[in-house]
Nanobody, 127 residues
Framework: QVQLVESGGGLVQAGGSLRLSCGAS????????MGWFRQAPGKEREFVAA????????YYADSVKGRFTISRGNAKNTVYLQMNSLKPEDTAVYYC????????????????????WGQGTQVTVSS
């Protein structure tokens, strides 16, 4: 069973930082593009950031551009999301995802492009 496991969520004050991590249970994921999504209560899951298999290409939602940074570990089957200057509107459950549907040198921004999902980690930003 393929698994993605997120960690690093928590409670932080506005303006603070958090670093989310996502580990994959198989090295297969080192060749997959990966991404982060989030879902706030009562809202649909939305794209946050994505990264190609090599880490050479990244893409961000406008709402987080300049504040969040996505990266991959050296083994490529771990992905990180560094979140700075957090705002209350960033409060959500954050999900890591991986895709074998789109080419490995590309990035995906749609929920339906991703095949594997983690269980999510809660991020709460207080004002």
């Amino acid at each position: 069973q393929v698994q993605l496991v997120e960690s690093g969520g928590g409670l932080v004050q506005a303006g603070g930082s958090l670093r989310l991590s996502c580990g994959a249970s198989r090295r297969t994921f080192s060749t997959y593009p990966m991404g982060w999504f989030r879902q706030a209560p009562g809202k649909e899951r939305e794209f946050v950031a994505a990264i190609s298999w090599s880490g050479g290409d990244t893409y961000y939602a406008d709402s987080v551009k300049g504040r969040f940074t996505i990266s991959r570990g050296n083994a490529k089957n771990t992905v990180y999301l560094q979140m700075n200057s957090l705002k209350p509107e960033d409060t959500a459950v954050y999900y890591c995802a991986a895709t074998r549907t789109i080419p490995s040198n590309m990035v995906g921004a749609r929920v339906d492009e991703y095949d594997y999902w983690g269980q999510g980690t809660q991020v709460t930003v207080s004002s």
